[in-house]
């Protein structure tokens, strides 16, 4: 039977090809591009970067010396005014490094926001490798189906001839057109399924349209443990890291609220009342020592210690995470890999069955009712090679972002 014969060639050349309906094509970097510029979280996330860093320089400026102009003028009953003018320079000589520390703390939460925007950027690497992977797979999926339905329809014109001549049964074509009944609802059902998968992608990118992403490459498996090494200092593990260290910058500071302090304090005066109208300047220093402060510097370091005890706890889970993250994704992706490498022979064993079960069927051999159950047996296979192929390649990207290897930009 040609239809029929005809088979395993329709479908290994479905297997991931798009389908025939017009779309824009498009690569995974072209799509990550887009999704970058449209982004609102990872916007907004720059914004936050740029707050923690203008707060830095804040503190920075606890090392410079202040400057101020300071005038001033009163007035008694019966009292001529008195008024003056001066220029104030005033610098902190020495606060127990309290200054130091608080400049560090500021440092430090600013790289962990910039390693968490980093991780952010791939972690939305990998939403839009997931939805080019599902839609190309769909879009797959639609061209195997679409093929099934040429050959069932096929069958289906030749069973009716041989019905007309007395060589096959009315049952047997009532048969062949329930079966091309549900491979047209199947494919009405996929087709559904990769609307929505448009629209997902279309969310992402901003793009309007079909699209036709391309379809993803799936590598041989790797190595494990290059892969578990770089998720130790992946972005979202250094951050936390970069967290505790401003907590211990904190916890620092705060234990120092105890030590002196020391001021220097100079006025060049432009215009002095009397008696000293004469005397264009004076300087002094200020020394203080706190005695009792009501609790607060011993409350103000327990408060950081703990801050420090659970900014430890956060690295350590971050760190296992991203360590049991890294052996899922290379389970899945062994595991992917072993099934496409099963279903490719399956698919090739599948339609020359279906050749043979449709050759048999002229001699006599067998029903009609082999023959379709051949046929769905290639199709399923097709259809279940197709799955395996998006499943590797999503626990590639999955493998590569885990580790902390995935793009943050294009």
């Known amino acids: 039977m040609k239809t029929s014969s005809s088979l395993l060639i329709l479908l290994l050349c479905a297997c991931s090809a798009a389908t025939a309906q017009e779309a824009r094509p498009l690569t995974l970097d072209e799509a990550f591009n887009l999704a970058l510029r449209r982004s609102e979280t990872l916007a907004a996330g720059g914004e936050g970067v740029r707050q923690l860093e203008a707060f830095r320089r804040a503190q920075d400026a606890a090392f410079r010396p202040e400057l101020s102009a300071v005038a001033s003028e009163t007035a008694a009953q019966g009292a001529p005014g008195r008024g003056q003018a001066a220029v104030n320079l005033s610098y902190n ?140 200092s992946r972005p979202d593990v250094a951050a936390a890291r970069q967290t505790l260290r401003a907590a211990q910058a904190g ?101 020359e069955n279906a050749r043979l079960q449709a050759k048999d069927y002229t001699y006599g051999l067998v029903t009609n009712l082999d023959v379709l159950n051949a046929q769905n047996s290639a199709l399923q296979t097709a259809l279940n090679l197709e799955a395996a192929t998006a499943a590797a390649a999503l626990a590639a990207a999955r493998l590569e972002t885990a580790a902390g290897l995935a793009p943050e930009t294009k």
Not at 119 to 127: E, I, V, W
Not at 208 to 222: K, T
Not at 253 to 272: E, H, I, Q, T
């Open 251 to 351: 916890e620092a500071a705060a234990r120092r609220l105890g030590l002196p302090s020391l001021d220097l304090s100079a006025n060049y005066y432009l215009k002095r009342p009397a008696p000293n109208e004469d005397d264009r300047w004076d300087a002094g220093l200020t020394l203080r020592v706190p005695l009792y402060t009501g609790g607060y510097n011993q409350a103000s370091a327990e408060q950081y210690g703990a801050q420090v005890s659970a900014a430890a706890l956060t690295l350590a889970l971050a760190e296992r995470s991203a360590l049991a993250e890294v052996r899922q994704a290379h389970s899945s992706l062994r595991h992917s890999l072993l099934v496409m490498a099963s279903l490719r022979a399956a698919l090739a064993l599948a339609g």
């Open 93 to 232: 000589l020495f606060s127990g490094l309290r200054d130091y520390l608080a400049a560090k703390a500021a440092g430090a939460r600013t790289e962990a926001a910039r390693l968490e925007l980093a991780r952010a950027r791939q972690g939305l690497y990998l939403d839009v490798a997931a939805a080019c992977i599902d839609l190309a797979a769909r879009r797959a999926e639609i061209a195997v189906r679409r093929a099934q339905l040429e050959v069932t329809a096929g069958r289906v014109k030749e069973l009716e001839t041989r019905a007309a001549i007395g060589r096959s049964r009315a049952s047997e074509v009532l048969a062949a057109k329930a079966q091309l009944a549900q491979d047209e609802a199947s494919l009405a059902s996929e087709l559904a399924g990769e609307n929505s998968a448009q629209i997902a992608l279309g969310f992402l990118t901003g793009l309007e349209g079909p699209l036709a992403p391309a379809a993803a490459a799936v590598p041989a498996l790797p190595e494990l443990e290059p892969y578990l090494l770089a998720a130790r």
